[in-house]
């Protein structure tokens, strides 16, 4: 089945909102969709219950645990900061392949189609030489964008559109 990848021009745009209505549409129709979201920056274990990871868990109908949650979103950062900047208050650093290795993983377990959420938008740093970008294209999978309505999403979406075409 084909994967996607589920990428934004900016962050608090409705990625995990997107991906769980897909999910619930398709469980309905019957069709194994499951979904992943490999970062997450602004985790809080007191308000797990409430997460992106957690949103998705409860679209594909599996308990909301820690457990599930670090199966489908092994990379959490405290600070609600780009994942680059999470990361390195932490003392850590992501490193680009370590993700591809297992979104490429899941991809080959899912037994329907998955949906693999990004971070915070398109443009992004994961560390000092990647972004967002650099992770699509290096899946190699098809990108949705999710844009938002305010002003100037016209732009962003252009941008973010030359961003996953380059």
Request: net charge negative; charged share 20%.
């Amino acid at each position: 089945m084909t994967s996607y990848f589920i990428t934004a021009t900016g962050t608090d745009i409705g990625k995990t909102h997107t991906i769980a209505g897909l999910i619930r549409a398709g469980r309905e129709l019957r069709r194994d969709f499951a979904a992943i979201k490999p970062v997450m920056t602004g985790y809080d274990t007191d308000t797990a219950p409430r997460s992106d990871a957690a949103i998705l868990l409860d679209a594909m109908g599996r308990p909301n645990s820690p457990r599930n949650i670090a199966t489908i979103s092994p990379w959490r950062f405290a600070a609600p900061l780009s994942p680059d900047m999470a990361a390195a208050r932490e003392g850590k650093r992501i490193v680009l392949k370590d993700i591809v290795t297992f979104c490429e993983a899941a991809i080959a377990a899912a037994p329907g189609s998955l949906f693999i959420e990004g971070v915070g938008g398109v443009a992004v740093p994961l560390n000092e030489e990647h972004l967002v970008s650099d992770w699509i294209a290096a899946l190699d999978i098809p990108a949705i964008l999710v844009g938002g309505t305010y002003l100037g999403t016209l732009s962003h979406i252009i941008t973010a559109g030359a961003l996953l075409s380059a």
